[in-house]
């Protein structure tokens, strides 16, 4: 049984979207950052990924920089990646591997465990060095998956998240799976927030992704617990009209370690706020959209699967990767649409069906987080800077 997800009784704006100037406001997107994403767990890679001494991943958002590196004693360390001297920036690139970390502005190294370990005319500097090490993000490891937290505001964990599926995630062994493929960096031009309502939402499925309609029929579903949404749709024997789908229903080999009821299902997983997992037969795939401005975000994605040579797998892998790849086109209209709608003076909110759970769960959150997002116009500037009243 899933977790309930809380709500304040009699709620007035249950029933009701986020109001469309939290979409764009400059100061809204402002506390947003402080009070939600600093806050949450952000999916940096897999432990595979960082496998050897020395090897790390970086993860860039909100202004930050954050690098977990494997350390001499095998375990992983996350750091802001900022030299502690005059703040630049200590590595560049999405991954790499090193023997110390050390600063190309002033030659500041430190070791893999984030000491500060040499840095040149050190008679020079009235400082202990044990006081001036690389500045620890808060990493947590759930199921082969690393996950970094800028601040730490009494959240859940990422296991404690995902608590109520971890039966249903279990078969899948995500702590075996690989990089297939490589990290993939997409822009656009929407708010972070209406990419994740977008997953979340289920009533656009028959509408707008004629090809999931055609492999799902109406099998499409959508829950809320507290912290996590899930949807998930039942590939159908029919076979489908379409040359990629139908390819990908009659490749699709059995997959010996899943239970029968999950050898033709797909699944998916959103976790507060802005992290989903796409959990396919054949692979698997981390998806989190990044806020980079009230109007822009940043999705990063990348696929990992099982070592699987059989050929009937490679193919139903690359036909997943061609349905998918149409997915994504129809939803970026889709978002883009949203959000150049948002603009009109003549919108507010939108009433929200009893059956988008996913959506109420989510402003139910925000709403908590920025009470200001009650308020269906924009408040007076300055709003999230002026004192609580008592």
């Given amino acids: 049984m899933a977790e309930a997800a809380t709500h304040i009784a009699n709620d007035p704006d249950e029933g009701w979207s986020l109001p469309a100037w939290t979409y764009s406001d400059p100061e809204f997107f402002e506390a947003e950052v402080a009070r939600v994403i600093r806050p949450s767990w952000q999916i940096v890679c897999h432990v595979s990924d ?3 001494q020395g090897d790390f991943h970086t993860l860039d958002y909100i202004g930050e920089s954050v690098v977990v590196v494997r350390g001499r004693d095998g375990a992983l360390n996350a ?22 970390l050390v600063c190309p502005y002033h030659a500041w190294t430190y070791d893999l465990d984030g000491r500060l370990a040499g840095l040149p005319m050190r008679e020079t500097y009235a400082m202990d060095m044990a006081d001036h090490g690389l500045k620890t993000v808060d990493l947590e490891v759930w199921r082969g998956f690393v996950f970094v937290r800028l601040e730490d505001d009494g959240g859940p964990s990422v296991a404690r998240m995902m608590a109520p599926y971890e039966a249903e ?29 977008n997953y979340s939402d289920g009533l656009h499925i028959a509408v707008a992704h004629p090809g999931l309609k055609r492999l799902m029929g109406n099998g499409y579903g959508v829950e809320a617990s507290a912290h996590v949404d899930k949807m998930w749709g039942p590939i159908l024997d029919k076979p489908s009209a379409n040359p990629s789908e139908r390819a990908y229903q009659h490749f ?82 889709l978002i883009e649409r949203v959000q150049s709608g948002m603009a009109s003076k003549s919108f507010t909110v939108g009433p929200l069906s009893e059956q988008e759970v996913a959506l109420r769960n989510f402003c139910r959150k925000i ?23 008592i």
Avoid at 271 to 281: C, E, G, R
Wanted: hydrophobic share 35%; net charge positive; with cysteine.
């Fill in 79 to 100: 750091f802001t990646n900022v030299c502690r001297h005059r703040g630049a920036r200590l590595l560049d690139g999405p991954s790499g591997c090193a023997k110390k």
């Fill in 252 to 333: 699709l080999p059995s997959v010996p370690h899943l239970p029968a009821d999950r050898q033709r299902l797909w699944t998916y997983f959103k976790l507060w706020p802005n992290i989903a997992f796409d959990i396919y037969p054949d692979q698997v795939d981390f998806m989190q959209w990044l806020p980079v401005s009230p109007t822009q975000c940043l999705i990063r994605e990348i696929a990992y699967a099982l070592p699987d040579e059989r050929r009937k797998m490679k193919a139903a892998r690359y036909c997943n990767w061609r349905i998918n790849r149409q997915v994504n086109a129809e939803d970026t209209v």
């Fill in 50 to 52: 960082v496998p050897n």
């Fill in 367 to 389: 709403r908590h987080a920025i009470p200001e997002a009650r308020q269906h116009r924009p408040p007076t500037p300055g709003w999230s800077r002026r004192p609580k009243s």
């Fill in 169 to 197: 995630v279990e078969p899948y062994r995500f702590e075996d799976l690989r990089a297939f493929g490589r990290v993939t960096l997409r822009p656009r031009a929407v708010n972070w927030k209406n990419v994740g309502d």
